[in-house]
């Protein structure tokens, strides 16, 4: 059979030699081509057409690396929660008859007080290591005194040995919480970024929740091996987390930053964050005009944080080892941290609701104005412990004669 007679297209002057190249070819040429190797263009306009797309159509990514970091990095700040909350189980043990080594109520308040002393500290040395060894070492760094303070606890057999170890352990607490938020921040989306900044709090009071009920049903030596699990599963997990991309940026490697960003993000192509990339680098690079006013925010919370470590955050952790009746202290000390946490974790929960309907403005005034009225009722309630034993302070709650009227009511 002849070819003319297969294909009637090529008849006539198509089977000229001097007839003119066809540019479209035939699906079944194009097959014949392709099973022979013959060269086509067909290659590089599919090519062509599939980088088109690649630009026109954006890479979906996912965002559980994002919280898996979070996550991890907030074993950390729980076993900051949890030194926060181990004076309240753990005073009351040694300054008690089964102690192994005498702690008395003056004592007690310096091992309770030595860990904000050490957060200061740590709060200096952050900034020295952020920027050097970036955001993920600096916390697995800041990791290593928060070890060693569970490590000197466990060990410890006198009241010296304590305060080194809440010392240290307190060095920890403000390089890891100081690390921490700017952690959270970098390495999030900005649609998660606040319920990232939510988890410092709430995760710190998980932290003293756990170390304190396990304090109400463990004795005083399994309470701290306890303890130690916190930052244990944060160092085994954090060393597999990546880094934050800006940190990279800071050390003018733009090609780690750039993987870094698709990591957390879990895409694949560069080009899918190059935008974002080349507005960190320029935020970075642009020197802003900082007025003074700006400033004024900035240093007030640093004062608000300072005076938490100093006043509320540590003081009603010691008044609670203090106040209560050795017969109900166990459970009245876990009831007060339970209610503690609670009303932080509704705090912490609805804080960005707060915000959303009133503003951040408002949220900031409720908040001290529930600040001040929290300072005068502690005023006219609470009385002064300085200086007095367990059984003077016993006596301001339950005054010998009322003691002794009820003695006298029961026998009757």
């Not at 925010?297 to 004062?303: D, T, Y």
């Not at 209560?324 to 339970?338: D, L, Q, R, S, Y």
């Amino acid at each position: 059979m002849r070819v003319g007679n297969l294909f009637p297209c090529l008849r006539g002057s198509d089977l000229q030699k001097d007839a003119q190249p066809v540019d479209k070819k035939l699906p079944l040429v194009s097959i014949i081509e392709d099973a022979a190797g013959i060269t086509s263009e067909k290659p590089a306009i599919k090519e062509l057409e599939i980088q088109e797309n690649q630009q026109t159509c954006p890479e979906r990514g996912g965002l559980w690396l994002q919280f898996a970091a979070a996550i991890s990095a907030s074993f950390a700040v729980m076993a900051c929660g949890g030194y926060l909350g181990w004076t309240s189980p753990a005073l009351p043990h040694l300054q008690g008859p089964n102690s192994e080594f005498p702690v008395t109520v003056y004592q007690g308040s310096w091992i309770a007080s030595l860990y904000t002393l050490g957060g200061i500290i740590g709060s200096l040395l952050s900034p020295l290591l952020i920027n050097r060894l970036g955001r993920k070492f600096s916390l697995l760094a800041f990791a290593i005194p928060q070890l060693a303070g569970w490590g000197l606890i466990i060990a410890a057999r006198s009241y010296v040995i304590l305060y080194v170890a809440r010392f240290v352990a307190g060095i920890a607490h403000g390089g890891i919480y100081n690390v921490a938020v700017i952690y959270f921040a970098e390495i999030a989306d900005k649609d998660i970024r606040g319920a990232f900044g939510t988890l410092l709090k709430m995760c710190t009071n998980l932290g003293g929740l756990f170390v304190t009920t396990a304090g109400a049903y463990l004795p005083y030596d399994k309470l701290n091996l306890v303890s130690l699990l916190l930052p244990l599963v944060f160092v085994s997990t954090f060393i597999f987390m990546p880094e934050s991309p800006y940190f990279f940026l800071i050390q003018n490697r733009e090609d780690r930053a750039t993987r870094s960003l698709m990591q957390l993000r879990r895409l694949k192509r560069p080009e899918s964050v190059k935008k974002d990339i080349d507005a960190m680098r320029d935020a970075y690079s642009l020197e802003a005009d900082v007025s003074m006013i700006t400033w004024l925010p900035i240093a007030a919370l640093i004062v608000y944080e300072i005076m938490v470590a100093l006043g509320i955050g540590t003081i009603p952790y010691v008044i609670l080892g203090e106040i209560f009746p050795t017969n109900v202290k166990g459970p009245a000390v876990a009831a007060g941290i339970i209610i503690g946490s609670i009303f932080a974790f509704v705090v912490g929960l609805g804080f960005q609701a707060l915000n959303k309907v009133a503003g951040i403005h408002s949220t900031f005034w409720f908040f001290s104005g529930c600040c001040a009225a929290g300072t005068l009722w502690v005023y006219i309630i609470t009385p002064e412990t300085k200086g007095k034993t367990l059984e003077e302070i016993q006596a301001i709650f339950n005054p010998p004669r009322e003691r002794q009227a009820r003695s006298q009511d029961g026998v009757a």
